[in-house]
C-alpha cells in the first residue's frame, strides 16, 4: 500500500522557519521524482519545489527560490522541505507527491499525501 505521510507544518510568525517531512511508503522510493506542492484556501493546488531520484536535480516556483529548499534521503524514504523566511502568502495545505516522470503539473503526480498545514501570521 502506497503512503506518504507528511509531518511539520504548523503556526509560525513571518520571517520565521518550518521543515516539513515526507515519509514515504509502499513504492520504490529511489525510482520516483518527488515534490512538493501547495494549496491555499480558494485557490489552485500549486507547484513549490521537486527533486530527482538522486537528488541531482531541483526545480523550485519563483515564488520560493532562496528561500525553500528539497532535499531527499533515500536510505530513510523521506523528503524535506526547508523553509525560510516565510511569508503570510506561503498559507497553505503542504502535500508530498511522488511520480516517475519529471513535471511541475499536479495532475501528472501519480501519489499524494494527505497534506499538512502551515499557517505564517503577519
Known amino acids: 500500500q502506497v503512503q506518504l505521510v507528511e509531518s511539520g507544518g504548523g503556526l509560525v510568525q513571518a520571517g520565521g522557519s518550518l521543515r516539513l517531512s515526507c515519509a514515504a511508503s509502499?513504492?520504490?522510493?529511489?525510482?520516483?521524482?518527488t515534490g512538493w506542492f501547495r494549496q491555499a484556501p480558494g485557490k489552485e493546488r500549486e507547484f513549490v519545489a521537486a527533486i530527482s531520484q538522486s537528488g541531482g536535480r531541483t526545480n523550485y516556483a519563483d515564488s520560493v527560490k532562496g528561500r525553500f529548499t528539497i532535499s531527499r534521503d533515500n536510505a530513510k524514504n523521506t523528503l524535506y522541505l526547508q523553509m525560510n523566511s516565510l511569508k503570510p502568502e506561503d498559507t497553505a495545505v503542504y502535500y508530498c507527491?511522488?511520480?516517475?516522470?519529471?513535471?511541475?503539473?499536479?495532475?501528472?503526480?501519480?501519489?499524494w499525501g494527505q497534506g499538512t498545514q502551515v499557517t505564517v501570521s503577519s
Open positions: 507527491a511522488a511520480d516517475p516522470i519529471w513535471g511541475s503539473v499536479p495532475a501528472g503526480y501519480d501519489y
Open positions: 509502499g513504492f520504490t522510493f529511489t525510482s520516483y521524482i
